[in-house]
């Protein structure tokens, strides 16, 4: 159960477990519309993407609390059997001044969880980027895990998704 006041970001988490399980195929999608809005959802990967917290009262967009952003949703599994854990992610960029996101990357990644320390880059004073596609898969790889991120569409993502956490019959 998800539980919490509106604006608690119950939403946001159904929308990135969606995100990742259709492969970011946008047009298998479909956003749970805003508590202040009674119209389809406006919301969208890239307004999450630049900090764009809120709808007002009429359904527009707030502005963006950032120019550009790099960001990954990663879903982790453990098979209760095997223990063997598998991570379904994607990775998207967007800048403000682009009218829609890009998917990076879809991947899978296996043997180990990922965790934080994987996606973020520690800069001075104690700040973090988010690392680029190409620099966690790097840093993956060099830890001995399986990562695949050559998928051709969402469906070939998703199709594999499901096979490697479908019990083996």
Request: a negative charge.
């Amino acid at each position: 159960a998800l539980i919490g006041p509106n604006g608690a970001g119950k939403s946001a988490i159904i929308d990135a477990a969606q995100t990742v399980l259709t492969g970011a195929n946008m047009h298998s999608i479909r956003f749970n519309a805003s508590a202040q809005s009674a119209s389809r959802s406006k919301r969208s990967i890239r307004d999450y993407c630049l900090g764009v917290v809120s709808l007002d009262e009429k359904g527009e967009r707030s502005e963006p609390t950032r120019e550009e952003g790099y960001t990954y949703i990663v879903l982790g599994f453990v098979d209760l059997e095997s223990g063997q854990p598998t991570n379904l992610g994607v990775a998207f960029s967007a800048t403000a001044s682009r009218s829609e996101e890009r998917c990076e990357a879809r991947f899978m990644v296996r043997e180990a969880l990922i965790d934080l320390d994987d996606l973020l880059e520690p800069v001075d004073g104690g700040e973090v980027e988010t690392r680029q596609w190409h620099s966690v898969r790097q840093l993956l790889r060099s830890r001995g895990l399986v990562v695949e991120d050559d998928f051709g569409s969402a469906s070939d993502f998703v199709g594999e998704s499901l096979r490697a956490l479908s019990p083996a019959n």
